[in-house]
């Protein structure tokens, strides 16, 4: 039992950080504690006592000592990331053992099991800056917000940021086809229909299909999936734990997923073309999703009906401008033949989303 995978393993095999050391001879308390661990994706080291060699104690991630080990690990190195975990809900003695340890907190299961395979996974995954995730919804039917999501996760992935393009439109037909990559294997939305609680970013990463240098979640071909709005929450989540930037395409209609989706974003880009109509459905877009995202910015897509310019629409709706999206020539002929949106530097696209990135995460990193 003991040692069973060791750190230097786990990161050599898996390419990620070490999983938590696990302290206790308790069988029972053991299988619960690996249990959480697989559910949080964590390759654990378990001993009975401190480790004989010091670097497993001071170098994992996180420790667990259970209630029956306490006595074991007195006079260990002192560090952040020590639990106390046991069952018995009505022991008072339990924190005077958790101070001889310096733990930072006691557990007691089942009530914290939810909590601590969080804990465990933020831990393994060494959770630090949050991606910043920009979402992309489109003013009417048509308006191009899928062309324009697409492009600005080619655009960031080109710039060499870790990107992941995220399909919220079941209705969409997949913007994998977009990219090019309805045949490339890994999985699509279906497969985390049934999502709840926590995913793990790295296994998440891992599994979508790899295309243009950023990570995908689509569709399928198969008959349309509804996602629950747990799925939407947990798998969001994943993808934004893992840091660098998300885009999101967002369908027009916004129901209980698409709330979900909405509250995870740091920015939302609404796309208007420049005509009478697409204002007015856009006017009605934009009062539902403001009603859950705060930074909601426009986008306005030429040609122009008459009277009608990018100052006109945003005076309009309300709304910061982000810019004009300019037309892109040859843009169906390119599609067409497998060219994803954004794909050349030099095109109306690829410029627009350069500078959008240039803008966003200056301040991004300024703030």
């Known amino acids: ?9 786990v990161s050599a095999v898996e390419g990620q950080r070490a999983g938590p050391l696990i302290v206790t001879e308790d069988a029972e ?10 559910a ?10 401190v480790p004989e060699r010091a670097a497993s104690w001071e170098t994992a991630p996180l420790v667990l000592v259970g209630d029956d080990a ?38 007691r299961l089942p009530d914290a099991e939810g909590w601590l395979v969080d804990r465990i996974a933020d831990a393994v995954e060494g959770v630090g800056r949050q991606a910043l995730t920009v979402g992309v919804i489109g003013g009417r039917g048509g308006a191009g917000a899928s062309t324009l999501a697409c492009a600005l996760a080619v655009t960031a992935a080109r710039g060499g940021r870790r990107t992941m393009l995220v399909d919220g439109d079941p209705l969409g037909g997949g913007l994998d086809v977009l990219l090019g990559g309805e045949q490339t294997e890994g999985l699509r939305w279906p497969d985390f229909a049934a999502s709840k609680g926590r995913v793990a970013g790295g296994a998440l990463e891992e599994s979508l299909p790899s ?6 979640l689509s569709w399928d071909r198969g008959d349309a999936v509804t996602i629950p709005p747990e799925a939407m929450r947990s798998v969001l989540a994943a993808a934004r734990r893992r840091g660098g930037v998300v885009v999101v395409d967002l369908p027009r209609r916004v129901d209980e997923a698409t709330v979900e ?12 073309p ?9 006017k009605r877009v934009a009062s539902t999703v403001g009603m859950v995202l705060r930074d909601l910015r426009v986008v306005v897509r030429g040609p122009y009906a008459a009277g009608v310019d990018e100052q006109w629409v945003t005076d309009v709706l309300g709304l910061p401008l982000v810019g004009e999206l300019p037309p892109e020539p ?15 530097v030099r095109g109306p696209l690829g410029r627009f989303c350069a500078a959008f990135w240039d803008r966003v995460l200056a301040g991004e990193a300024a703030s």
């Open 274 to 282: 420049g005509e009478l109509r697409a204002v007015a459905g856009a």
């Open 211 to 216: 295309l243009r240098g950023l990570r995908v």
């Open 29 to 38: 308390l053991l299988d619960d504690l690996l249990r959480l661990c697989a």
């Open 70 to 107: 306490a006595v074991r690990c007195r006079g260990a190195t002192r560090r952040r990331g020590v639990l106390l975990v046991g069952r018995d809900q009505d022991d008072p003695a339990v924190w005077r053992r958790a101070v001889e340890i310096g733990a930072d907190c006691v557990l």
């Open 330 to 344: 040859g843009l169906m002929t390119d599609l067409d033949a497998g060219v994803p949106p954004g794909d050349s």
């Open 261 to 272: 989706a909405l509250a995870q974003l740091d920015l939302g880009l609404l796309v208007v």
């Open 1 to 9: 039992m003991a040692g069973s995978i060791t750190p230097d393993r």
């Open 40 to 49: 949080a994706g964590a390759h654990p080291e378990v001993h009975h006592a």
